[in-house]
């Protein structure tokens, strides 16, 4: 069984640029979630994604935005980056859209300049 | 009211003590309380969860305490031991949490010295 995988692991962007994250969802599992973790806080939640259709999102704007793919993988794409996006963004991957149990990725730290 | 609040911020326990993390949130909504361990450069990786219909849940040197009417849940590491030294977090989701929206604590750096 393949665990979740994130790309790239790290990436330093400047300030207005757009970047896109990568995340392979567990074997099996057709719901992708994405948080952001600002350092020395707890993940919060972005969005999530199930079977290719946006299923929730938390509180942030629309320049975060997202896809999957129908082999249940997933990106994240920023536009207009700002110094504060720069986070560790984890992706999390679980069995249908109400399941709770969210297995995460290594993440991808995102430094803005 | 979907905050979930988190103490200590971090704690030291000697090898073998007993490390205790406590969690408090208001939302009555919720209805699942995993507990999230993360080490330095990881993502979190679920250590345990449980359900308001139970007060506790063991699974070998972790156990969950759960008081529904004080609306606190607490995870009690037994033996511990420097390996579980990392960030733990608690964390809760919603009935029915149809949105996938899991709602975390800001987090304990545990230290374990030997």
């Known amino acids: 069984e393949t665990g979740v995988t994130q790309s790239p692991t790290h990436l330093i962007k400047t300030r207005g640029q757009q970047v896109t994250l990568r995340c392979s969802s567990q074997?099996?599992?057709?719901?992708v979630s994405w948080y952001q973790q600002a350092l020395g806080q707890g993940p919060q939640f972005i969005f999530q994604?199930?079977?290719?259709?946006?299923?929730g999102r938390g509180n942030f704007p629309p320049r975060f935005s997202g896809l999957q793919f129908p082999n249940y993988s997933s990106e994240l794409n920023v536009n207009a980056l700002e110094l504060d996006d720069s986070a560790l963004y984890l992706c999390?991957?679980?069995?249908?859209?109400?399941?709770?149990?969210?297995?995460f990725g290594p993440g991808t730290r995102l430094l803005v300049l | 009211q979907q905050q979930v609040k988190q103490s200590p911020q971090s704690l030291i326990v000697q090898k073998g003590g007993i490390s205790i993390i406590n969690c408090a949130y208001e939302?009555?909504?919720?209805?699942?309380f995993p507990w999230y361990q993360q080490f330095p450069g990881k993502g979190p990786a679920l250590l345990i969860a449980?359900?308001?219909?139970?007060s506790e849940k063991k699974e070998g040197r972790f156990t969950i305490s759960f008081n529904k009417s004080a609306k606190q849940f607490s995870l009690h590491i037994m033996d511990s031991q420097p390996g579980d030294s990392a960030t733990y977090f608690c964390?809760?989701?919603?009935?029915?949490?149809?949105?996938?929206?899991?709602?975390f604590g800001q987090g304990t750096e545990l230290s374990v010295k030997p």
């Open positions: 999390a991957s679980s069995l249908g859209r109400g399941s709770e149990t969210q297995y």
């Open positions: 074997s099996g599992h057709n719901t």
């Open positions: 994604y199930y079977r290719e259709e946006e299923n």
């Open positions: 939302n009555t909504a919720f209805d699942y």
């Open positions: 449980i359900r308001p219909d139970v």
């Open positions: 964390a809760a989701s919603p009935v029915d949490n149809q949105g996938g929206k899991l709602i």
